[in-house]
């Protein structure tokens, strides 16, 4: 119902509040909200561990069911000059360079904050869980297994059957290999892009001069095609799939990486070598940069391999090596377990599993984030100081010439090269330090969803409170981890505050002077 001035003008008062009551009445409250619904629920159900010494540090879960605003920033990826993020409603953002039109906007415009993506053709009721970005190209899939992508497709990489760019999403061709397959995971290399389906099968499309594609050709295919399993991959599921340049990399089930293209001087799968620092080694993740790779096994050590002049292997060398080599761990990464890595051009990031970030490389635009502009042949740490300090970072996003992160309270931060905007500030001024991707908040038109600040946990006895710190919740929700602090001996209460909502669990956790058995409460 629309009730225009003029209508207004012919009602009676009266009868004007029985129209509206009736209107209110029928008409959802959603449209009467400004955002997205924002849950309201808080609540604490249980504590593990329930008891701590007086001097805290005690690491506690509490299950229960906590706000966190929505939407808001859940994964990100970089391209060579722009950047994209998803948030929970599967809607992409994007900022940057955009003369190829790859920013999906329906513009070849390129702005320093986030725009939301063209969604009124085939990405229209589309819920996007994974973007990829390209040299100047981006892809993205949704929650139904299908490809879409847009861009620059001189070779074919939006996958289309076509060699034209579009400003807006295309949808992958699925008329031939990709036929009734319900696609998992999608990697972008510089020009070709390739994908996962749920029997682990991998496809490629876009540039193949190198092989990249790993259908034993040279010949560039606007179109999925399958990755040859006639040989390595013969029986193997793959369960991870990475672009670089002109390379693309694989993992199988039982943690073997393969790799054809360029580097691997094949244009056909070949097996990763496994006779000197992977020996025994599960593989858990792998990346690609132009000419390197990089791949954690399950004890989150990092290895990597190829080209070598600005330090990318991390191997306190600049001596290209064919074969895998370990990363250096007599420094920042010292008794550090990696959780991702991810590389690019020339360089490498990581982070651990206490969400720190960790890079090395080359630096000549400040993309390793340490204050300066000199290559670092080791890993070296990020965020000890500025807006990273006290951050948890869950996924780190490498590109040409920067890089990026997203904290656990969804908030992306970028720094390196910002000549287009990339780093997402407003500005195309360069930053070797990291720096705030600006959101809805800001006031600089960035369509970017707000992060959000976690609630205060505090434990009290009798008025007096102690905070509990590093509050980190879970994606669901429906858990969250913070550390105590000193507090006198007894039984106390929890209480979490997220401002507009308080919930106490009484009795729920006992400082003690010596540990006690759990015995519950």
Request: with cysteine; glycine share 12%; charged share 10%.
């Amino acid at each position: 119902m629309v009730l225009h001035l003029s209508t207004y003008q012919k009602i009676k008062p009266v009868a004007l509040s029985i129209l509206i009551l009736a209107v209110l009445l029928c008409i959802p409250s959603v449209l009467f909200t400004d955002s997205l619904p924002i849950a309201t629920a808080l609540s604490i159900t249980t504590v593990t561990p329930n008891h701590g010494p007086i001097s805290g540090g005690t690491n506690i879960v509490l299950a229960g069911d906590f706000n966190i605003p929505e939407p808001r920033v859940t994964f990100i990826a970089s391209g060579a000059y722009h950047t994209c993020a998803i948030d929970t409603y599967g809607q992409v953002y994007c900022w940057g360079n955009n003369g190829n039109g790859q920013l999906g906007n329906n513009s070849y415009t390129s702005t320093p904050v986030a725009v939301a993506i063209d969604t009124s053709g085939v990405l229209n009721g589309k819920t996007v869980t994974q973007v990829s970005g390209g040299s100047y190209r981006t892809c993205a899939l949704d929650t139904d297994g299908q490809v879409y992508c847009w861009g620059r497709s001189y070779a074919g990489q939006l996958g289309n059957n076509s060699a034209t760019g579009s400003s807006i999403p295309v949808a992958v061709d699925t008329s031939g290999v990709l036929n009734g397959k319900t696609i998992t995971q999608i990697a972008g290399g510089t020009d070709h892009a390739c994908a996962l389906d749920t029997d682990g099968h991998a496809y490629c499309w876009g540039n193949n001069v190198q092989g990249q594609l790993g259908n034993n050709s040279n010949t560039n295919s606007p179109i999925p095609v399958a990755v040859n399993t006639s040989g390595v991959l013969n029986g193997k599921v793959l369960t991870q799939i990475a672009g670089g340049a002109s390379n693309t990399c694989a993992l199988d089930a039982d943690g073997q990486a393969y790799c054809w293209g360029y580097q691997a001087s094949s244009s056909v799968p070949v097996a990763v070598d496994t006779s000197g620092v992977l020996n025994g080694k599960t593989i858990t993740q792998i990346a690609i940069g132009d000419y390197h790779t990089c791949a954690i096994d399950t004890a989150g050590q990092a290895y990597c391999w190829g080209i070598n002049s600005d330090g990318q292997l991390g191997n306190n060398s600049t001596t290209d090596s064919p074969i895998p080599v370990a990363v250096d761990t007599s420094g920042a990464l010292r008794g550090k377990t990696l959780a991702q890595i991810a590389a690019s051009a020339s360089d490498t990031c990581a982070i651990d599993t206490d969400g720190h970030a960790y890079c090395w490389g080359s630096n000549f635009a400040g993309q390793l984030g340490d204050d300066s502009t000199t290559n670092s042949l080791v890993p070296i740490a990020i965020g000890a100081t500025g807006v990273l300090n006290g951050k948890i970072i869950t996924q780190i996003s490498v590109s040409r010439d920067r890089t990026c992160a997203l904290d656990s309270n969804a908030q992306v931060y970028c720094w390196g090269s910002n000549f287009t905007g990339q780093l997402g500030d407003n500005s195309t001024t360069n930053s070797s330090t990291p720096i705030r991707v600006h959101t809805i908040s800001d006031g600089t038109t960035s369509s970017l969803p707000d992060s959000y600040l976690p609630p205060t946990i505090t434990l009290d006895l009798n008025g007096m409170p102690a905070e509990c710190i590093n509050v980190n919740i879970a994606a669901d929700g429906l858990s969250l981890t913070c550390t105590t602090t000193a507090h006198s001996t007894g039984r106390v209460d929890i209480t979490i505050n997220d401002g507009a909502n308080v919930f106490t669990l009484r009795n729920a956790f006992e400082y003690v002077n010596i540990d006690v058995p759990d015995t519950g409460f």
